[in-house]
């Protein structure tokens, strides 16, 4: 973790001809990402091919459908619970296509799509697939997870696309949303001296709180986005926490915030420890 440190000391021995610095940790959370990314894309396949040949009679189609972009097994699992037809790999690490969209779009059984982004970055795909797509489509422009899946909660089967696209851009302005991962470099913003390793929380994606102990980071943020409107916490743990660390967590934050409910999923998220939607 200093190279620096291992490039004096080999000085010390001998001549150095030719050096190379990886980051071997970041190469792996990206393989695990990607690896997850193909086992999303293996499941999404088989549905569909699946589908077609177990079915080849013509589908009866649904009012209103509903796609979402996400990374994690866990938080894919979710947006399905909550009536995604399809979920689209994405997020930081990997952000969908315009032509991804389209396919996933034109593949749910209905006359028209709801789809969530669940990205700033993904908002501008999503809004060149509308104009591509063989449906009409509304863009709920949610830019973080717990956006995404408090909007999916307020989706209605029995609603019209437009009547969908209101409550459930509604939802997800009700929601704040905070990101603990760590410092990929050191930096200094507002007035925070960041180390390169340190952990860090994000309010609303603006760096608010960094420290060394991911749970001080975590308890700290929650209390920037907790106001007296807030009355629930739903915590999305990544892929890096275990059960055993996520409930020690949870047991932390349901002390501080003894008045508020309290809720805990495996989101199993690359890059972030812990992602939280307060509403």
Do not use: W
């Not at 189609?61 to 995604?84: H, Q, W």
């Not at 459930?168 to 507002?190: F, L």
């Amino acid at each position: 973790n200093d190279p620096g440190r291992v490039l004096t000391y080999c000085s010390t021995l001998g001549d150095m001809l030719e050096i190379g610095i990886h980051n071997m940790a970041e190469q792996n959370r990206q393989a695990v990402a990607e690896r997850e990314a193909n086992q999303l894309r293996s499941i999404q396949e088989f549905r569909s091919n699946h589908s077609e040949s177990a079915d080849p009679d013509p589908v009866e189609l649904k009012p209103v459908g509903l796609v979402a972009v996400c990374v994690g097994r866990g938080m894919a699992e979710i947006f399905t619970s909550l009536g995604a037809d399809e979920v689209v790999v994405g997020g930081k690490t990997m952000n969908p296509s315009t032509e991804d969209l389209v396919s996933a779009i034109n593949r749910v059984p209905a006359e028209s799509v709801v789809l969530l982004p669940n990205n700033k970055n993904v908002l501008f795909a999503a809004q060149q697939a509308v104009a591509l797509a063989g449906k009409p489509v509304k863009v709920v422009p949610t830019r973080t997870i717990p956006q995404g899946i408090s909007a999916a909660m307020a989706f209605d089967l029995d609603a019209s696309l437009d009547e969908n696209y209101d409550r459930m851009k509604d939802a997800a302005d009700m929601v704040a949303t905070g990101e603990v991962t760590y410092a990929v470099r050191s930096t200094k913003t507002g007035n925070l001296d960041i180390n390169e390793k340190d952990i860090i929380g994000l309010a609303d994606g603006e760096i608010r709180v960094a420290a060394r102990s991911i749970d001080e980071v975590g308890i700290e943020l929650l209390k920037l986005l907790v106001d007296e409107d807030k009355e629930i916490i739903s915590i999305y743990y990544g892929e890096q926490i275990n059960a055993d660390e996520a409930n020690a967590f949870l047991s932390k934050v349901e002390e501080t915030f003894p008045d508020l409910e309290v809720e805990l999923h495996d989101g199993g998220q690359p890059l972030y420890y812990y992602v939280f939607g307060v509403e």
